[in-house]
């Protein structure tokens, strides 16, 4: 089945580690994004990706970094240099960043939980 | 810039009751408006969309009208259940800009 599979479901790092997040889509898709969500608030965009090695910064990307290698993969890596890491992290992706006269939806993967201890 | 506003919540309803959740927007064009759905400790999916003013999104019940002239997408249901108990989320996005996504309303349906 085409998806988004983002793992793991849950990790836990220790402060002043980096740690990566892994984000793959067999969806064909060019655009993938990452997302920050806190408890009971809605989504903030990290960064994204238009096309393979082009990524932009999005509304909250000190203390994070990216990688788009390949089409498939688009990993998040949360650094020490990000002050308050504990959220719960979305990947998404969708044919291409442009919104189309059809509603260019973006799709999303199930999360990954992370908590700094 | 372009912006979201949900109703806050949480809302808390019975079994077969009508809900709404309101969702407005500003935004310079035409955006496209969709509505997400998110399940406990899961992630987000597409409930529903609309692309142009006056189109309706529907799935699995819910309704949503795009109207352009109270710049507006509020989500209905006639009759909820329980298993649609989760955190509602409306959002836009013009163009090749970002989805904005509004603050999410909880949604809990006791039986």
């Known amino acids: 089945d085409g998806g988004i599979t983002q793992s793991p479901k849950y990790l836990f790092r220790k402060e002043g580690q980096n740690v990566t997040l892994s984000c793959e889509q067999n969806?064909?898709?060019?655009?993938m994004y990452w997302y920050r969500q806190d408890p009971g608030q809605g989504l903030r965009l990290i960064y994204y990706s238009q096309i393979v090695n082009d990524f932009q910064k999005g509304d909250i990307a000190e203390g994070y970094s990216v990688s788009r290698e390949k089409k498939e993969s688009f990993p998040l890596t949360v650094t020490s240099a990000q002050k308050n890491p504990t959220a719960f992290y979305l990947c998404?992706?969708?044919?291409?960043?442009?919104?189309?006269?059809?509603?260019?939806?973006?799709?999303f993967g199930e999360g990954s939980w992370l908590t700094v201890v | 810039g372009n912006s979201v506003t949900q109703m806050e919540g949480p809302v808390t309803l019975s079994e077969e009751a009508f809900l709404t959740i309101n969702c407005t927007y500003t935004a310079t064009g035409y955006p496209s408006l969709f509505w997400y759905v998110q399940y406990p400790g899961e992630g987000l999916q597409l409930l529903l969309k609309?692309?142009?003013?006056?189109d309706k999104g529907s799935n699995k019940g819910f309704e949503a009208t795009y109207r352009k002239e109270t710049t507006s997408f509020h989500l209905e249901k006639g009759s909820v259940q329980v298993s649609d108990s989760a955190v509602y989320f409306c959002?836009?996005?013009?163009?090749?800009?970002?989805?904005?996504f509004g603050q999410g309303t909880r949604l809990t349906i006791n039986p």
């Open positions: 609309a692309t142009k003013a006056d």
């Open positions: 959002a836009l996005r013009r163009g090749a800009q970002k989805l904005v």
């Open positions: 969806l064909n898709h060019d655009a």
């Open positions: 998404a992706s969708s044919i291409d960043v442009w919104d189309s006269l059809y509603g260019n939806t973006i799709y």
